[in-house]
């Protein structure tokens, strides 16, 4: 017997004699440790709360949009200006604490909370009861004490 007849001569027949391999199994796409659930679970937690919270501070500050809202409509009306302001300070603060202000002590809290300037303030207090002098500075504070004013926690 002669070994030649039984070898192939050339490399097609050699690859011809390969059996072609079993394809691995699909790989999972789970994490295999337990770590990575730990981590899942307190992201989507810290997304949640987040989420949360925008939506929260979105509701609390309704009352804003709804005074910037009216403010634009209001244009350069003093009395509603001073309207739109003391409602404001009632929705953001507790009523027995702002329902009874008039005069300075209006003023007082209106710079307590927030940022009014005193030419404005002066404005404000005459405002309703002189429709024909005119405040250019009270829209702009009014609008800048709304944006910018202190809510108790």
Known sequence: MSTE??????????LALLNEPAPPPPVSMAPETAGWW????IALSALSFGLWRAWSGWRRNAYRRDALAALDAAGADKAAIATILRRAA???FPRREVAGLSGADWIAFLNATGPFPEGA???LLRAPY??????PDLREAAEAWIRGHRRPR
């Open 90 to 92: 009632l929705a953001a």
């Open 121 to 123: 303030a002066t404005q």
């Open 38 to 41: 730990i981590v899942g679970a």
């Open 130 to 135: 002189a429709p024909g002098v005119q405040a």
């Open 5 to 14: 007849n039984t070898r192939p001569a050339n490399l097609p027949d050699l």
